[in-house]
């Protein structure tokens, strides 16, 4: 546990969080005070060769003295959305802060995606958000306070051609932010995103398979060089969802090497990798 309490009291929910950024994240929320619900996908954690993940986490999170629970939801069920937030409830209480990360990410170039490819990252990316922000803006609205973070991706901005479907549904995803933090912002309700860009997870794991493609691959990634890791989005994640931030909303924090500014191809982004291969 750190000393920092600041979210003493606040119960948080967390999709996705059986791994990688929401990981992190959650972590982060329980080590600062936070009753901390990790929503996660059993059938996901299994493909992934994660199975598990989710209860160890809570584990870790119990043994350096938070407090975690694990609720398995696939949140692109029908009525997924509003049976995860009443189970959240109901075991730690009324929702202050909540976290979107749970993505689908389907690396295919746009004229190989199929329309089964296509409806699974809308639903999963757009519409069963959607309802899990339905389901908790009126009671955070009704109560004068209220946290959501949604985890984007530098594609918002920079798409990648592997990953069209994706890309548009984390700009769609970033307009809905904008939009609400308009609307809620008289009510103490702060609502931001941050859009990271290469940060290595398991999710990325099958590009490290060969050493010497994820050195070039992470070369041309951003001007950094490198890939970030779930630890460097922690930060930024928990000032943005603090009780103390009441001014910050609408908001995108990039969490990307620069990724954003110095696009693939572009000058910056070239003279790094230029340099970067005379250094090796």
Request: glycine share 8%.
């Amino acid at each position: 546990m750190t000393a920092d309490t600041g979210f003493a009291g606040r119960t948080a929910l967390v999709t996705g969080a059986s791994r990688g950024i929401a990981a992190a994240i959650a972590r982060g929320l329980a080590a600062a005070g936070a009753r901390v619900a990790i929503s996660y996908c059993a059938r996901a954690d299994a493909a992934a060769g994660q199975e598990g993940a989710a209860e160890r986490l809570v584990a870790e999170i119990g043994q350096d003295g938070g407090h975690a629970i694990a609720i398995e939801s696939d949140i692109a069920a029908p009525g997924a959305a509003e049976r995860l937030v009443a189970e959240c409830e109901r075991r730690l209480g009324a929702i202050d802060t909540l976290v979107l990360s749970a993505s689908a990410q389907i690396n295919k170039v746009f004229w190989r995606q199929t329309s089964s490819d296509i409806a699974t990252q809308l639903q999963v990316n757009v519409t069963a958000n959607i309802a899990l922000l339905q389901a908790v803006l009126p009671r955070m609205e009704a109560e004068q306070y209220g946290r959501i973070l949604t985890i984007g991706s530098v594609q918002e901005v920079a798409p990648s051609p592997e990953m069209p479907i994706y890309a548009m549904t984390k700009a769609a995803l970033r307009n809905l932010v904008e939009n609400l933090a308009v609307q809620c912002a008289k009510d103490n309700v702060m609502i931001n995103n941050i859009a990271p860009g290469l940060i290595q997870t398991d999710r990325n794991a099958f590009r490290r398979e060969d050493r010497a493609e994820w050195q070039a691959f992470t070369r041309s990634a951003n001007p950094a060089g490198r890939a970030g890791q779930p630890r460097d989005v922690v930060k930024p994640a928990l000032f943005l969802l603090a009780p103390d931030n009441t001014f910050t909303t609408g908001t995108t924090i990039y969490v990307a090497g620069a990724a954003q500014v110095a696009r693939p191809g572009s000058d910056a982004a070239f003279a790094n990798d230029t340099s970067m291969r005379s250094a090796s």
